[in-house]
């Protein structure tokens, strides 16, 4: 995806090319926008729990995926060392662990933040095989609650902590789309 800067009107307008489309992007929009996300993230001290919350979507996301593309290729999936499968709850609880060494020596907030947000996806994508001590990734008991739970929690966390912000970015789509059908 390669997007281009074709030029910058005096108008206070953007255009970008995107995939062959062209779109006019209103400064206003993004310094709006910027501003709410300053006020409603930033200045409202919730940008370490919003990039935990967005780094925990996209990893269950990225693990969800690869998970069931290893599955369907047939293979034998994952990563083995000397035969023994080593499952994405190991490298969750590494991530924790190294957000945590962070937190205590009060290191890099923002990554910090991120390995939390990785790691509690990893660990928690396979909940069902620490809970029940066997691999039951595949088994209903292993997908149906947690995929159901995990993507609302954290759907709903994001909401939660970024009520305003979120509510900022549907007032300007709905400002955008008022201006396009007038």
Do not use: C
């Not at 937190?103 to 890099?108: I, S």
């Not at 990785?118 to 947690?146: H, K, M, T």
């Amino acid at each position: 995806m390669r997007a281009l800067v074709t030029h910058s009107s005096r108008r206070g307008r953007l255009d970008v090319t995107l995939r062959g489309r062209r779109w006019l992007i209103d400064r206003r929009v993004l310094g709006r926008l910027g501003r709410a996300y300053e006020v409603e993230i930033v200045a409202d001290g919730r940008e370490l729990r919003l990039i935990s919350a967005l780094f925990f979507l996209g990893t269950f996301v990225v693990a969800r995926v690869v998970t069931h593309l290893l599955e369907n290729s047939g293979g034998p999936g994952g990563i083995e060392i000397a035969g023994l499968h080593i499952h994405h709850v190991v490298f969750g609880l590494v991530l924790l662990l190294l957000s945590g060494l962070l937190d205590v020596n009060g290191a890099a907030p923002p990554t910090r933040a991120a390995l939390f947000g990785a790691g509690s996806a990893l660990v928690l994508d396979e909940f069902a095989l620490v809970l029940n001590l066997a691999d039951v990734y595949w088994a209903p008991q292993g997908r149906e609650s947690i995929d159901a739970v995990v993507i609302f929690a954290t759907v709903l966390w994001m909401a939660v902590l970024g009520r305003g912000f979120w509510r900022a970015v549907w007032k300007e789509v709905r400002r955008l789309g008022a201006a396009r059908a007038s």
